[in-house]
Nanobody, 117 residues
Framework: QVQLVESGGGLVQPGGSLRLSCAAS????????MGWYRQAPGKERELVAR?????ITNYANSLKGRFTISRDNAKVYLQMDSLKPDDTAAYYC?????????????WGQGTQVTVSS
């Protein structure tokens, strides 16, 4: 019903920047939330940032100030600055919306970000 495709990951040096993109398609309700999670090897998946259809944003406390989330309808972006090796992870795009009497999450396949010298 909903598909999400991410792009923009890659290899970057510490202190560098990357911009991730995610395009959602399918049946998307007007009221929804999109965002980014990440998961490093051996660690739990964690919230990076999210943004509602009205433009309200929320960030993980440790990342606020370095990462910026934005959206254009069903397209969401993550600008990542001052990257650190600890930012190395698979980054997943998510869309959450109310469908059929329940909250449903839709996930992208992920894009790898590697921060290394």
């Amino acid at each position: 019903q909903v598909q999400l495709v991410e792009s923009g990951g890659g290899l970057v040096q510490p202190g560098g920047s990357l911009r991730l993109s995610c395009a959602a398609s399918g049946r998307i309700n007007s009221i929804n939330t999109m965002g980014w999670y990440r998961q490093a090897p051996g660690k739990e998946r964690e919230l990076v940032a999210r943004i509602g259809s009205g433009g309200i944003t929320n960030y993980a406390n440790s990342l606020k100030g370095r990462f910026t989330i934005s959206r254009d309808n069903a397209k969401v972006y993550l600008q990542m600055d001052s990257l650190k090796p600890d930012d190395t992870a698979a980054y997943y795009c998510i869309l959450r919306q109310w469908v059929g009497g329940a909250w449903r999450d839709y996930w992208g396949q992920g894009t790898q970000v590697t921060v290394s010298s």
